[in-house]
């Protein structure tokens, strides 16, 4: 018989949280086990538990946010409209990273120079994107964009990754940040309807 399980599925998602907030607001140097650990309120041996090392915390951040990517995209479904489905997928991205943009820097950026992604952890990664480029795919196989599918899904996802990552920095006072992206995804989206 195994031993019981000591920590649970809610202790690993506060450390998720804490590790994303100490490397957003002190930087890649204030993430040790022990600080994790204080500002969770748990032992260094419940990170030890779960994730093995700082760098299975890192990991296990990288992971997290491909997952939640993944099931944000899978719940745009597939509208009849292969435009609007691209138009979704990028709204589903924007809403996965400010859903938790503690885990969008790992996931991207490789802030903590412990960790570089493996094969693996490339290859889970870039399974979660496959979404966007079979949706560029069928766009293009109906007619709705014209181009070649790789290079379009390269495109796609340059704006809202690039748009993301502006306002995870901060929308500046006055700006409409949903009317941004409403434009820019408008604007790409007709561009490519014509293949221009």
Known sequence: MGRPREHDDDTRDRLLVAAGRLLATDGPAA??????????GTSTRAIYSLFGS???????????????LGRAFEDVGRPEDPV???????????RSALDRPHLYAVMFDCPVPEFTPSDTDDAFALARLERLRSAVARAVDAGAVVGNDMEITFT?????????????????????????????LDAMLAGLATGR
């Open 31 to 40: 993430l040790s086990i022990r600080r994790l650990a204080d500002e969770v």
């Open 54 to 68: 700082k760098e299975g915390v890192v990991r296990e951040m990288f992971v997290a946010g491909f997952e939640g």
């Open 84 to 94: 609007e489905e691209l138009r979704a997928l990028g709204m589903a991205y924007r």
């Open 156 to 184: 796609l996802w340059g704006l809202v990754h690039g748009l993301v990552s502006l306002e995870l920095s901060g929308v500046p006072d006055g700006l409409d940040a949903d009317a941004v992206w409403a434009q820019a």
